[in-house]
Protein backbone atom coordinates (compact mmCIF):
# COMPACT_ATOMS: atom_id res chain seq x y z
CA UNK A 1 0.00 0.00 0.00
CA UNK A 2 1.14 3.39 -0.41
CA UNK A 3 2.56 5.24 2.36
CA UNK A 4 2.41 8.72 1.55
CA UNK A 5 -0.30 11.28 1.32
CA UNK A 6 -1.79 10.92 -2.12
CA UNK A 7 -4.36 12.12 -4.41
CA UNK A 8 -6.75 11.10 -6.59
CA UNK A 9 -4.78 12.12 -9.95
CA UNK A 10 -1.59 10.45 -8.65
CA UNK A 11 -3.81 7.18 -8.66
CA UNK A 12 -5.23 7.78 -12.12
CA UNK A 13 -1.49 8.29 -13.23
CA UNK A 14 -0.38 4.59 -11.57
CA UNK A 15 -3.58 3.00 -13.25
CA UNK A 16 -2.67 4.62 -16.63
CA UNK A 17 0.78 3.79 -16.26
CA UNK A 18 0.68 -0.24 -15.43
CA UNK A 19 -2.24 -0.47 -17.50
CA UNK A 20 -4.62 -1.72 -14.96
CA UNK A 21 -8.01 -3.41 -15.98
CA UNK A 22 -10.07 -3.84 -12.67
CA UNK A 23 -10.94 -1.85 -9.58
CA UNK A 24 -11.29 -3.82 -6.17
CA UNK A 25 -12.75 -2.35 -2.74
CA UNK A 26 -12.28 -3.49 0.43
CA UNK A 27 -13.77 -2.71 3.90
CA UNK A 28 -13.74 -4.79 6.67
CA UNK A 29 -17.09 -6.66 9.00
CA UNK A 30 -17.45 -5.70 12.39
CA UNK A 31 -16.13 -9.33 13.12
CA UNK A 32 -13.16 -8.45 10.93
CA UNK A 33 -13.11 -10.24 8.06
CA UNK A 34 -11.79 -8.58 4.96
CA UNK A 35 -14.79 -7.64 2.07
CA UNK A 36 -14.27 -6.99 -1.67
CA UNK A 37 -16.27 -5.86 -4.40
CA UNK A 38 -14.26 -5.24 -8.41
CA UNK A 39 -15.66 -2.90 -10.84
CA UNK A 40 -14.02 -2.55 -14.56
CA UNK A 41 -11.58 0.27 -13.81
CA UNK A 42 -13.00 3.18 -16.14
CA UNK A 43 -15.65 3.28 -13.39
CA UNK A 44 -13.21 4.85 -11.37
CA UNK A 45 -12.29 9.03 -11.58
CA UNK A 46 -11.22 11.91 -9.50
CA UNK A 47 -14.96 12.19 -8.19
CA UNK A 48 -14.92 8.14 -7.42
CA UNK A 49 -12.96 9.81 -4.40
CA UNK A 50 -16.10 11.46 -3.03
CA UNK A 51 -18.90 10.27 -4.57
CA UNK A 52 -18.08 6.32 -3.57
CA UNK A 53 -19.63 3.01 -4.63
CA UNK A 54 -23.08 2.10 -4.02
CA UNK A 55 -23.54 -1.73 -1.41
CA UNK A 56 -25.69 -3.39 0.62
CA UNK A 57 -24.92 -3.17 4.17
CA UNK A 58 -27.39 -5.72 5.48
CA UNK A 59 -25.65 -8.26 4.18
CA UNK A 60 -21.92 -7.84 5.68
CA UNK A 61 -22.13 -9.02 9.45
CA UNK A 62 -22.93 -6.44 12.37
CA UNK A 63 -24.04 -3.77 10.13
CA UNK A 64 -27.36 -2.60 8.99
CA UNK A 65 -30.94 -3.60 8.90
CA UNK A 66 -32.39 -4.11 5.70
CA UNK A 67 -34.58 -0.85 5.39
CA UNK A 68 -31.30 1.25 6.30
CA UNK A 69 -29.10 -1.43 4.08
CA UNK A 70 -27.45 1.43 1.32
CA UNK A 71 -23.90 2.32 2.15
CA UNK A 72 -21.03 4.07 0.08
CA UNK A 73 -17.55 3.03 -0.27
CA UNK A 74 -15.17 5.82 -0.57
CA UNK A 75 -11.74 4.82 -1.59
CA UNK A 76 -8.88 6.17 0.55
CA UNK A 77 -6.55 6.83 -1.90
CA UNK A 78 -3.38 6.99 0.19
CA UNK A 79 -4.26 2.52 0.25
CA UNK A 80 -3.56 1.89 -3.22
CA UNK A 81 -1.35 -0.81 -4.59
CA UNK A 82 -1.65 -3.59 -7.78
CA UNK A 83 -3.07 -6.89 -6.14
CA UNK A 84 -0.02 -9.44 -6.40
CA UNK A 85 -2.49 -12.47 -7.05
CA UNK A 86 -4.80 -11.58 -9.70
CA UNK A 87 -4.53 -12.28 -13.11
CA UNK A 88 -5.65 -9.40 -14.79
CA UNK A 89 -3.89 -6.10 -13.24
CA UNK A 90 -6.85 -4.94 -10.62
CA UNK A 91 -6.07 -2.07 -8.49
CA UNK A 92 -6.88 -2.43 -5.11
CA UNK A 93 -7.71 0.61 -2.88
CA UNK A 94 -9.10 0.62 1.17
CA UNK A 95 -12.28 2.57 1.48
CA UNK A 96 -14.30 4.19 4.33
CA UNK A 97 -18.09 3.00 4.86
CA UNK A 98 -20.48 6.25 4.30
CA UNK A 99 -24.28 6.59 4.98
CA UNK A 100 -25.40 7.91 1.47
CA UNK A 101 -28.51 9.76 3.08
CA UNK A 102 -26.62 11.61 5.87
CA UNK A 103 -23.00 11.67 4.18
CA UNK A 104 -21.42 10.55 7.92
CA UNK A 105 -19.25 8.11 8.34
CA UNK A 106 -20.69 5.14 9.39
CA UNK A 107 -20.35 4.00 13.04
CA UNK A 108 -19.77 0.21 12.44
CA UNK A 109 -17.30 0.56 9.88
CA UNK A 110 -14.47 -0.71 12.28
CA UNK A 111 -11.89 1.35 9.94
CA UNK A 112 -13.99 4.81 11.70
CA UNK A 113 -13.89 3.53 14.89
CA UNK A 114 -9.70 3.59 14.97
CA UNK A 115 -10.12 6.34 12.68
CA UNK A 116 -12.18 7.76 16.13
CA UNK A 117 -9.95 6.61 18.07
CA UNK A 118 -7.11 8.78 16.44
CA UNK A 119 -8.85 11.69 16.48
CA UNK A 120 -9.56 11.46 19.88
CA UNK A 121 -5.77 11.04 21.28
CA UNK A 122 -5.09 14.34 19.23
CA UNK A 123 -8.18 15.92 21.31
CA UNK A 124 -6.51 15.07 24.36
CA UNK A 125 -2.98 16.71 23.82
CA UNK A 126 -1.54 14.16 25.31
CA UNK A 127 0.28 12.64 22.20
CA UNK A 128 -0.93 13.21 18.71
CA UNK A 129 0.50 9.53 17.54
CA UNK A 130 -0.40 6.02 19.21
CA UNK A 131 1.89 3.50 17.32
CA UNK A 132 1.63 -0.06 17.50
CA UNK A 133 3.27 -2.63 15.96
CA UNK A 134 1.37 -6.17 16.16
CA UNK A 135 3.57 -9.98 15.78
CA UNK A 136 0.85 -11.94 14.22
CA UNK A 137 1.53 -15.70 14.33
CA UNK A 138 -0.45 -18.45 12.32
CA UNK A 139 0.00 -22.05 11.68
CA UNK A 140 0.62 -23.46 8.06
CA UNK A 141 -0.99 -27.00 7.16
CA UNK A 142 -1.21 -29.26 4.35
CA UNK A 143 -4.88 -30.20 4.85
CA UNK A 144 -7.50 -29.44 7.11
CA UNK A 145 -11.15 -30.95 7.51
CA UNK A 146 -13.94 -29.93 9.91
CA UNK A 147 -17.56 -29.95 9.98
CA UNK A 148 -20.47 -29.92 11.86
CA UNK A 149 -23.68 -31.66 11.53
CA UNK A 150 -27.01 -32.39 13.30
CA UNK A 151 -25.55 -36.61 13.98
CA UNK A 152 -21.64 -35.52 13.80
CA UNK A 153 -18.45 -32.98 14.70
CA UNK A 154 -14.97 -33.33 13.99
CA UNK A 155 -11.65 -31.58 12.69
CA UNK A 156 -8.94 -32.81 11.30
CA UNK A 157 -5.37 -31.32 10.57
CA UNK A 158 -2.39 -31.99 9.12
CA UNK A 159 1.01 -30.59 8.09
CA UNK A 160 3.82 -32.22 6.33
CA UNK A 161 5.96 -31.04 9.18
CA UNK A 162 3.78 -32.30 12.14
CA UNK A 163 5.77 -34.02 14.53
CA UNK A 164 2.85 -36.40 14.94
CA UNK A 165 3.67 -37.95 11.15
CA UNK A 166 7.40 -39.20 12.45
CA UNK A 167 5.99 -42.49 12.03
CA UNK A 168 4.50 -42.37 8.69
CA UNK A 169 5.55 -45.17 6.68
CA UNK A 170 5.89 -43.37 2.85
CA UNK A 171 7.50 -40.36 2.15
CA UNK A 172 9.35 -39.82 5.48
CA UNK A 173 12.79 -37.83 5.99
CA UNK A 174 12.07 -36.83 9.16
CA UNK A 175 13.49 -33.43 10.73
CA UNK A 176 10.35 -32.02 12.52
CA UNK A 177 10.55 -29.93 15.43
CA UNK A 178 9.66 -31.57 18.69
CA UNK A 179 6.70 -30.76 20.43
CA UNK A 180 6.89 -26.75 21.97
CA UNK A 181 10.89 -26.84 20.32
CA UNK A 182 10.11 -25.35 17.19
CA UNK A 183 11.51 -21.90 17.67
CA UNK A 184 13.91 -20.39 15.36
CA UNK A 185 15.04 -24.32 14.30
CA UNK A 186 17.20 -24.12 10.48
CA UNK A 187 16.21 -25.85 7.77
CA UNK A 188 15.19 -29.20 6.26
CA UNK A 189 13.62 -29.12 10.84
CA UNK A 190 11.87 -25.77 9.73
CA UNK A 191 9.83 -26.80 5.88
CA UNK A 192 8.83 -23.43 5.50
CA UNK A 193 11.77 -20.93 5.11
CA UNK A 194 11.44 -20.37 1.28
CA UNK A 195 7.32 -19.64 1.65
CA UNK A 196 8.21 -17.48 4.81
CA UNK A 197 10.46 -15.67 2.68
CA UNK A 198 8.02 -15.47 -0.63
CA UNK A 199 5.25 -14.30 1.70
CA UNK A 200 8.14 -11.18 3.05
CA UNK A 201 8.64 -10.47 -0.72
CA UNK A 202 5.27 -10.21 -1.84
CA UNK A 203 4.35 -8.15 1.57
CA UNK A 204 7.22 -6.11 0.11
CA UNK A 205 6.10 -5.54 -3.20
CA UNK A 206 2.78 -4.67 -1.77
CA UNK A 207 4.77 -1.60 0.17
CA UNK A 208 4.85 -3.13 3.83
CA UNK A 209 8.04 -2.86 5.97
CA UNK A 210 8.96 -6.25 7.38
CA UNK A 211 11.70 -6.56 10.18
CA UNK A 212 11.96 -10.42 10.14
CA UNK A 213 10.54 -13.91 9.96
CA UNK A 214 10.83 -17.00 11.51
CA UNK A 215 9.52 -20.33 13.02
CA UNK A 216 7.68 -20.50 16.10
CA UNK A 217 7.49 -22.85 19.48
CA UNK A 218 5.14 -25.10 17.76
CA UNK A 219 5.58 -27.78 15.19
CA UNK A 220 3.34 -28.53 12.32
CA UNK A 221 4.33 -24.86 10.80
CA UNK A 222 3.48 -22.45 13.22
CA UNK A 223 5.26 -19.17 12.20
CA UNK A 224 5.99 -15.55 13.13
CA UNK A 225 6.32 -12.74 10.14
CA UNK A 226 6.92 -9.25 12.23
CA UNK A 227 5.72 -5.95 10.21
CA UNK A 228 7.59 -2.70 11.88
CA UNK A 229 5.08 -0.29 13.84
CA UNK A 230 3.05 2.91 12.44
CA UNK A 231 0.47 4.65 13.14
CA UNK A 232 -3.15 2.86 14.53
CA UNK A 233 -5.09 3.01 11.22
CA UNK A 234 -1.86 2.15 9.30
CA UNK A 235 -1.23 -0.78 11.59
CA UNK A 236 -4.86 -2.00 11.47
CA UNK A 237 -4.97 -1.15 7.34
CA UNK A 238 -1.63 -3.33 7.24
CA UNK A 239 -2.69 -6.45 9.50
CA UNK A 240 -5.77 -6.59 7.11
CA UNK A 241 -3.45 -6.67 4.14
CA UNK A 242 -0.80 -9.39 5.92
CA UNK A 243 -3.20 -11.74 6.75
CA UNK A 244 -4.28 -11.51 2.68
CA UNK A 245 -1.42 -12.32 1.65
CA UNK A 246 -0.15 -15.31 4.05
CA UNK A 247 -3.32 -16.81 3.09
CA UNK A 248 -2.98 -16.37 -1.04
CA UNK A 249 0.95 -17.04 -0.82
CA UNK A 250 0.42 -20.19 1.05
CA UNK A 251 -2.81 -21.34 -0.99
CA UNK A 252 -0.41 -20.85 -4.40
CA UNK A 253 1.85 -23.43 -2.81
CA UNK A 254 -1.04 -26.11 -2.04
CA UNK A 255 -0.98 -25.11 1.82
CA UNK A 256 -3.70 -23.40 3.99
CA UNK A 257 -2.94 -21.15 6.64
CA UNK A 258 -4.93 -20.45 9.72
CA UNK A 259 -5.04 -17.37 12.52
CA UNK A 260 -7.01 -19.16 15.12
CA UNK A 261 -5.58 -18.13 18.80
CA UNK A 262 -3.61 -21.25 19.54
CA UNK A 263 -1.35 -18.49 18.04
CA UNK A 264 -0.80 -14.92 19.15
CA UNK A 265 -0.82 -11.74 18.83
CA UNK A 266 1.75 -9.46 21.04
CA UNK A 267 0.94 -6.07 20.50
CA UNK A 268 3.75 -3.39 21.16
CA UNK A 269 2.12 0.04 21.62
CA UNK A 270 3.73 3.72 22.38
CA UNK A 271 2.52 7.41 22.28
CA UNK A 272 3.98 10.41 20.61
CA UNK A 273 3.68 13.65 20.72
CA UNK A 274 5.61 16.20 18.06
CA UNK A 275 8.19 13.90 16.80
CA UNK A 276 8.69 12.75 20.66
CA UNK A 277 8.65 9.45 22.64
CA UNK A 278 6.58 9.97 25.56
CA UNK A 279 6.98 6.26 27.09
CA UNK A 280 10.83 6.96 28.05
CA UNK A 281 11.74 8.10 31.33
CA UNK A 282 13.91 7.44 34.18
CA UNK A 283 11.05 5.23 35.79
CA UNK A 284 10.99 1.24 35.91
CA UNK A 285 12.65 -0.05 33.07
CA UNK A 286 13.35 2.98 31.67
CA UNK A 287 9.80 3.62 31.10
CA UNK A 288 8.18 7.31 31.74
CA UNK A 289 5.61 8.09 34.70
CA UNK A 290 3.21 8.45 31.68
CA UNK A 291 3.92 5.01 30.40
CA UNK A 292 3.25 3.11 33.72
CA UNK A 293 -0.07 5.05 33.93
CA UNK A 294 -0.65 3.70 30.26
CA UNK A 295 -0.25 0.41 31.36
CA UNK A 296 -2.26 0.41 34.02
CA UNK A 297 -5.24 1.16 31.98
CA UNK A 298 -4.47 -1.49 30.21
CA UNK A 299 -4.51 -3.76 33.60
CA UNK A 300 -7.73 -2.60 35.09
CA UNK A 301 -9.76 -2.64 31.75
CA UNK A 302 -7.64 -6.00 30.81
CA UNK A 303 -10.94 -8.31 31.29
CA UNK A 304 -13.29 -5.54 29.36
CA UNK A 305 -10.19 -5.57 26.66
CA UNK A 306 -10.32 -9.26 26.04
CA UNK A 307 -14.10 -9.19 24.94
CA UNK A 308 -12.26 -7.18 21.51
CA UNK A 309 -8.52 -8.19 21.63
CA UNK A 310 -9.48 -12.05 22.21
CA UNK A 311 -12.92 -12.19 20.62
CA UNK A 312 -13.65 -16.06 20.07
CA UNK A 313 -14.61 -18.56 22.00
CA UNK A 314 -11.45 -20.25 20.67
CA UNK A 315 -9.29 -17.53 22.04
CA UNK A 316 -9.71 -19.27 25.44
CA UNK A 317 -8.23 -22.60 24.66
CA UNK A 318 -5.08 -20.67 24.74
CA UNK A 319 -5.92 -17.87 27.73
CA UNK A 320 -5.20 -21.06 30.08
CA UNK A 321 -4.07 -20.78 33.71
CA UNK A 322 -0.40 -22.63 34.24
CA UNK A 323 0.86 -22.07 30.34
CA UNK A 324 2.43 -20.19 28.39
CA UNK A 325 -0.50 -17.52 27.88
CA UNK A 326 -0.39 -14.47 29.78
CA UNK A 327 -3.91 -14.46 31.48
CA UNK A 328 -2.12 -12.81 34.52
CA UNK A 329 -2.56 -8.92 34.60
CA UNK A 330 0.55 -7.50 35.64
CA UNK A 331 3.75 -6.18 34.21
CA UNK A 332 7.28 -6.23 33.64
CA UNK A 333 10.38 -5.83 31.81
CA UNK A 334 11.75 -8.95 30.08
CA UNK A 335 9.30 -11.52 31.54
CA UNK A 336 7.43 -12.73 28.86
CA UNK A 337 5.04 -14.24 31.33
CA UNK A 338 3.58 -10.86 32.47
CA UNK A 339 0.47 -9.63 30.31
CA UNK A 340 2.50 -6.12 30.03
CA UNK A 341 5.89 -6.97 29.19
CA UNK A 342 8.51 -3.85 28.86
CA UNK A 343 11.04 -4.84 25.88
CA UNK A 344 14.39 -3.97 26.94
CA UNK A 345 16.42 -4.71 23.58
CA UNK A 346 17.57 -0.96 23.34
CA UNK A 347 18.25 1.83 25.56
CA UNK A 348 16.97 3.99 22.76
CA UNK A 349 13.90 6.22 24.19
CA UNK A 350 12.20 5.97 20.41
CA UNK A 351 12.46 1.90 21.28
CA UNK A 352 10.40 2.36 24.41
CA UNK A 353 7.54 1.29 24.54
CA UNK A 354 4.74 -1.82 26.22
CA UNK A 355 4.35 -5.25 24.59
CA UNK A 356 0.56 -6.43 25.37
CA UNK A 357 0.48 -9.99 25.47
CA UNK A 358 -3.17 -11.02 25.17
CA UNK A 359 -4.66 -10.69 22.14
CA UNK A 360 -4.54 -13.13 19.22
CA UNK A 361 -5.35 -12.54 15.44
CA UNK A 362 -8.53 -13.48 15.22
CA UNK A 363 -9.31 -9.93 16.38
CA UNK A 364 -10.70 -7.10 14.46
CA UNK A 365 -7.24 -4.85 14.68
CA UNK A 366 -9.20 -1.60 13.86
CA UNK A 367 -10.88 -2.30 17.40
CA UNK A 368 -8.35 -4.34 18.80
CA UNK A 369 -5.61 -1.24 18.31
CA UNK A 370 -8.28 1.51 19.30
CA UNK A 371 -9.68 -0.41 22.46
CA UNK A 372 -6.32 -0.46 23.79
CA UNK A 373 -5.25 2.79 23.05
CA UNK A 374 -8.66 4.13 24.95
CA UNK A 375 -7.65 2.02 28.04
CA UNK A 376 -4.02 3.13 28.09
CA UNK A 377 -5.06 6.52 28.16
CA UNK A 378 -7.73 6.17 30.76
CA UNK A 379 -4.86 4.81 32.31
CA UNK A 380 -3.19 8.26 31.74
CA UNK A 381 -5.92 10.74 31.98
CA UNK A 382 -6.74 9.11 35.83
CA UNK A 383 -3.24 7.99 36.51
CA UNK A 384 -4.06 4.61 37.24
CA UNK A 385 -1.41 3.10 39.00
CA UNK A 386 -0.36 -0.46 37.59
CA UNK A 387 1.15 -1.63 41.36
CA UNK A 388 4.22 -3.35 42.11
CA UNK A 389 6.16 -5.11 39.06
CA UNK A 390 6.68 -8.85 38.82
CA UNK A 391 9.70 -9.84 37.86
CA UNK A 392 9.57 -13.11 38.36
CA UNK A 393 7.59 -16.33 36.69
CA UNK A 394 4.47 -15.72 37.75
CA UNK A 395 3.74 -19.46 36.67
CA UNK A 396 5.99 -20.27 39.73
CA UNK A 397 3.83 -18.08 42.24
CA UNK A 398 2.52 -19.85 45.42
CA UNK A 399 -1.42 -19.83 45.12
CA UNK A 400 -1.70 -17.06 48.06
CA UNK A 401 0.60 -14.72 45.99
CA UNK A 402 -1.10 -15.65 42.91
CA UNK A 403 -4.31 -14.57 44.20
CA UNK A 404 -3.46 -11.01 44.57
CA UNK A 405 -2.54 -10.69 40.92
CA UNK A 406 -5.67 -9.87 38.36
CA UNK A 407 -6.44 -12.33 35.47
CA UNK A 408 -8.26 -12.66 32.33
CA UNK A 409 -11.56 -13.85 31.90
CA UNK A 410 -11.45 -17.70 31.42
CA UNK A 411 -14.20 -17.39 28.60
CA UNK A 412 -15.70 -15.32 26.17
CA UNK A 413 -19.05 -15.64 27.88
CA UNK A 414 -16.71 -14.26 30.66
CA UNK A 415 -15.25 -11.13 28.64
CA UNK A 416 -18.68 -10.11 27.13
CA UNK A 417 -20.09 -10.05 30.38
CA UNK A 418 -16.93 -7.57 31.83
CA UNK A 419 -16.92 -5.47 28.63
CA UNK A 420 -20.51 -4.88 29.32
CA UNK A 421 -19.83 -3.51 33.00
CA UNK A 422 -17.07 -2.31 31.77
CA UNK A 423 -16.75 0.22 28.59
CA UNK A 424 -17.33 3.98 30.08
CA UNK A 425 -13.45 4.25 29.13
CA UNK A 426 -14.38 3.58 25.32
CA UNK A 427 -16.75 5.76 24.74
CA UNK A 428 -15.21 8.76 25.24
CA UNK A 429 -14.96 11.16 22.36
CA UNK A 430 -17.52 8.57 20.69
CA UNK A 431 -14.78 6.33 19.30
CA UNK A 432 -16.99 3.45 19.84
CA UNK A 433 -21.01 3.65 20.76
CA UNK A 434 -23.43 2.07 23.50
CA UNK A 435 -25.35 0.84 20.13
CA UNK A 436 -22.02 -0.27 18.04
CA UNK A 437 -20.83 -2.17 21.63
CA UNK A 438 -24.50 -3.60 22.18
CA UNK A 439 -24.54 -5.06 18.45
CA UNK A 440 -21.17 -6.68 19.22
CA UNK A 441 -21.68 -8.31 22.41
CA UNK A 442 -25.66 -9.57 21.06
CA UNK A 443 -23.76 -10.62 17.71
CA UNK A 444 -21.12 -12.72 19.89
CA UNK A 445 -22.91 -13.85 22.38
CA UNK A 446 -25.86 -15.04 19.83
CA UNK A 447 -23.50 -16.46 17.07
CA UNK A 448 -20.76 -17.95 18.56
CA UNK A 449 -20.94 -18.12 22.19
CA UNK A 450 -24.24 -19.96 21.93
CA UNK A 451 -23.74 -21.39 19.03
CA UNK A 452 -20.97 -23.07 20.86
CA UNK A 453 -22.58 -23.91 23.85
CA UNK A 454 -25.35 -25.41 22.31
CA UNK A 455 -23.43 -28.47 20.70
CA UNK A 456 -21.53 -31.32 22.06
CA UNK A 457 -17.49 -31.19 21.89
CA UNK A 458 -16.47 -34.67 20.57
CA UNK A 459 -14.27 -35.15 24.02
CA UNK A 460 -17.44 -35.47 25.80
CA UNK A 461 -18.21 -38.26 24.33
CA UNK A 462 -14.99 -39.94 25.28
CA UNK A 463 -15.79 -38.60 28.80
CA UNK A 464 -19.09 -39.82 28.83
CA UNK A 465 -20.58 -41.51 26.31
CA UNK A 466 -20.34 -44.67 28.81
CA UNK A 467 -22.16 -43.21 32.17
Avoid at 279 to 287: E, T
Avoid at 328 to 347: D, E, G, H, K, V
Avoid at 398 to 411: I, N, T, W
Amino acid sequence: MAEKTTDPKTVLEFVKKNNVKLLDLRFTDLPGLWHHVSYPIDQLSEDSFTEGFGMDGSSIRGWAAIHESDMLLIPDANTYMLDPFTEAPTLVMVCDVTDPVTKQRYDRDPRYIARKAEMYLSSTGLADTAYFGAEAEFFIFDNVRFDQREQHGFYFIDAEEGRWNSGRTENNLGYRPRYKEGYFPVPPTDHYQDLRSEMVMTMQSCGLEVECHHHEVATGGQTEIDLKFDSLVRSADHMMLYKYIVKNVANQYGKTVTFMPSSGMHTHQSLWKSGKPLFAGDGYAGMSQLALWYIGGLIKHGPALSAIIAPTTNSYKRLVPGFEAPVNLAYSRRNRSAACRIPMYSASPKAKRVEFRPPDPSCNPYMAFAAMMMAGLDGVENKIDPGQPLDKDIYDLGPEELAKVPSMPGSLEDALDALEKDHAFLLKGDVFTEELLGTYIDYKRSKEVDAVRLRPHPFEFALYYDI
